[in-house]
């Protein structure tokens, strides 16, 4: 069966009036949640390091994916990683705009300083493992949270730039499509990035 | 700091990142897996409407354009008269004529001279004024 470029191949036949075989139509379905399988971890990850909260993060994945899936799913499939990240990181940036906007008026409002989307604290979260935590997983972590609370202190298209090229494994020009910059600036964000990570960090991590 | 401590810390933290995903619990690798199925069913869904309106838009323009391009003509002297090309071309010589009338003889312009003074003898007969 000869393979199309693109999804938007396959809805045009899709769409015709003499009705596509159904192989093909499940081919590119296939396509695309192949592509949203292999990336949604990763993605949620890094919306996690960004968000600091599971739920955000899986609420702007999905937003990610139905957007891509609604609107770019016809453009050629080598483009939907950087736009994918382009829609996430505008998501992240759409939801910490938001909430300073509800923290400025939470401070502001008379009562208790909580916020009211959060739920209260699951008990189970508390209970400890059965198993005894392996020292050099636990020690893993806790580099990782390290890492994760530096990569919140940078500045955003640091981070964005930092995660894309070094967690996403995206090459440079890839990465300034989705940052919707210059390769340059993609270099300059990434190098200030690693250097500032290291300065935080330290030697020993 | 040297290229290799940058290499280094970059292949630790990107080892670190990726164990961290592989870490993710199955609360959260499941309601992925249902962001993902909802995110296909809805372009499933919204596919034929949309491309049917993507591919409709460019031929309703062209019949619309059509469309209006023989009602003008329809509605145009050029359709309703035969012989119409003569009589534009008469209009445009009365055009002409006017126009060679004001740069030449000047008999525009006295017409004009003699439509102000009628205007001025006819507003001094309607409001006679006091008499001197």
């Known amino acids: 069966m000869a393979r ?34 292999e990336i949604e971890r990763r993605a949620f990850r890094m919306a ?16 990610a994916m139905l957007k891509l899936t609604r609107s770019y799913a016809s453009r050629p499939s080598a483009e939907w990683r950087p736009l994918f990240y382009r829609i996430l990181e505008n998501g992240i940036r759409d939801l910490q705009r938001r909430r300073t906007v509800r923290k400025r008026v939470m ?39 390290q890492l994760e609370q530096s990569l919140r202190a940078l500045p955003a298209r640091q981070r964005e730039a930092f995660m894309l090229r070094n967690f996403e494994g995206m090459d440079v020009a890839e990465t300034a499509s989705a940052m919707a910059c210059s390769e340059g600036s993609v270099k300059t964000h990434y190098s200030r990035a690693v250097h500032a990570l290291r300065d935080q960090l330290g030697e020993v991590w | ?26 609360r959260i690798r499941s309601r992925l897996t249902q962001a993902r199925s909802a995110a296909l069913e809805a372009a499933a869904t919204r596919r034929p409407w949309a491309l049917g ?26 359709h309703h008269q035969a012989g119409t090309v003569a009589d534009a071309q008469s209009s445009f010589e009365d ?16 017409m004009l ?7 001025d003898f006819a507003d001094k007969s309607a409001n006679p004024g006091p008499a001197a």
């Open chain 1, 4 to 37: 199309f470029g693109t999804l938007n191949t396959a809805w045009m036949v899709w769409d015709s009036p003499a009705p596509a075989p159904e192989g093909v139509v499940l081919e590119y379905t296939r396509e695309l949640e192949k592509f949203l399988a």
């Open chain 1, 48 to 63: 996690q390091v960004a968000l600091r909260d599971a739920d955000d993060a899986l609420d702007v994945v999905q937003d």
């Open chain 1, 107 to 145: 401070t502001w409002l008379p009562g208790p300083k909580e916020d009211p989307d959060s739920e209260a604290q699951d008990p189970l979260e508390n209970v400890a493992d059965a198993a005894p935590a392996i020292p050099e997983r636990l020690m893993q972590a806790q580099a990782m949270e």
């Open chain 2, 1 to 26: 700091m040297s290229e290799q401590d940058d290499n280094a810390f970059e292949l630790r933290s990107r080892a670190l990142f990726h164990d961290s995903v592989e870490g993710l619990d199955m």
């Open chain 2, 53 to 78: 309106w993507k591919l409709w838009t460019p031929a309703a323009g062209v019949t619309a354009a059509a469309i209006l391009g023989v009602v003008l003509w329809m509605g145009s002297p050029l």
């Open chain 2, 95 to 110: 055009l002409d004529l006017l126009a060679s009338s004001d740069e030449g003889s000047g008999d525009a312009l006295d």
């Open chain 2, 113 to 119: 001279q003699d439509d102000i003074d009628f205007y």
